[in-house]
């Protein structure tokens, strides 16, 4: 009886494998890649990236904001109630041009009013050690398309503070919807914010 050679099975593919795949696929060097999982930039997000066909430079700046979230006094995170005063404070200190005028929302006695109309809003602020120097607002929105039920993170309420323009905070701040809308408590316990320049 004559044995029959054996081949190897191939390698099974995990997340990890099909991402570097993908990575190889789109022309980008592998040492990106592995500054980008240095810099601590999840794989999920990576991506997310490649789905949506960035470029390097877009690849690059997701890792330099990362790095700096990780590394400096920049912390980007969901606004609770108790933000509500550096709120105020940011939209007062965030016109937004609008031909030869500057317009500024006063937020009133509740300052996240807006957001508790919304289906399950997250609102995120990005802070410079104790000042909030930006923010965003996601909601949630499904729909459907070519006759797919799709969900959509809605992005809305983005300000960035007059002083602290022209530091890609805006960029910043709108990389991710944040955590899953639909994980998220109502906004009574849990709050949310919209773009700027």
């Not at 500054?35 to 949506?52: C, I, Q, Y």
């Not at 108790?82 to 200190?93: I, P, Q, S, V, Y």
């Not at 965030?94 to 031909?99: D, G, K, L, Q, R």
């Amino acid at each position: 009886m004559t044995q029959q050679p054996t081949h190897p099975e191939p390698p099974p593919t995990t997340p990890e494998t099909a991402l570097e795949r993908q990575w190889d696929a789109n022309g980008l060097p592998a040492s990106l890649l592995h500054r980008a999982r240095d810099a601590g930039v999840p794989d999920s997000e990576l991506g997310r990236l490649l789905r949506w066909n960035a470029n390097r430079e877009r690849i690059e700046e997701e890792i330099e904001w990362t790095d700096r979230l990780r590394r400096g006094t920049m912390r980007f995170r969901q606004l609770t109630p108790a933000d509500a005063d550096a709120f105020r404070e940011l939209w007062a200190h965030s016109p937004e041009a609008i031909a030869d005028w500057d317009v500024t929302v006063a937020r009133g006695a509740n300052a996240f009013a807006q957001f508790e109309l919304q289906e399950r809003p997250v609102l995120n602020g990005l802070f410079d050690g104790p000042t909030m120097v930006a923010c965003v607002s996601f909601s949630i929105r499904r729909t459907v398309v070519a006759g797919e039920d799709i969900v959509v993170h809605y992005g809305q309420a983005m300000r960035v503070h007059r002083a602290h323009r022209g530091q890609k905070y805006a960029t910043g701040s709108a990389l991710s919807p944040g955590p899953s809308a639909s994980a998220v408590p109502p906004i009574s316990s849990t709050t949310t914010s919209e773009p700027a320049t």
